[in-house]
């Protein structure tokens, strides 16, 4: 199972807007470098711990941040999260 769901954004302005509003939200994120095999419009991405994706995700949809989409890491590539309910 993972324990990281990794948001990809399509410009770095959405991307700085959700670092400072997960992390105003206390949700320990890591903001790192969009990986290649992720097309996104911007080279940032931010990794949150999947128990905080919920949270995350109510955060992001609430204030309209704009994302590319969740993704995951399965064996050595990433695929897009498939998110089941709570």
């Known amino acids: 199972m993972c324990r990281m769901i990794l948001i990809a954004f399509d410009s770095t302005q959405q991307a700085l807007r959700a670092e400072m509003l997960l992390e105003y939200?206390?949700?320990e994120i890591?903001?790192?470098p969009t990986?290649?095999?992720i097309t996104a419009g911007c080279a940032l991405s931010i990794d949150v711990p999947r128990e905080d994706f919920w949270k995350a995700n109510r955060i992001i949809k609430d204030e309209?941040?704009?994302?590319?989409g969740y993704y995951h890491k399965v064996k050595e590539t990433y695929v897009t999260?498939?998110?089941e309910e709570n």
């Open 64 to 68: 309209k941040v704009d994302i590319k």
């Open 30 to 32: 890591d903001t790192r």
């Open 25 to 27: 939200a206390d949700i």
């Open 35 to 37: 990986p290649r095999e």
């Open 81 to 83: 999260y498939q998110r």
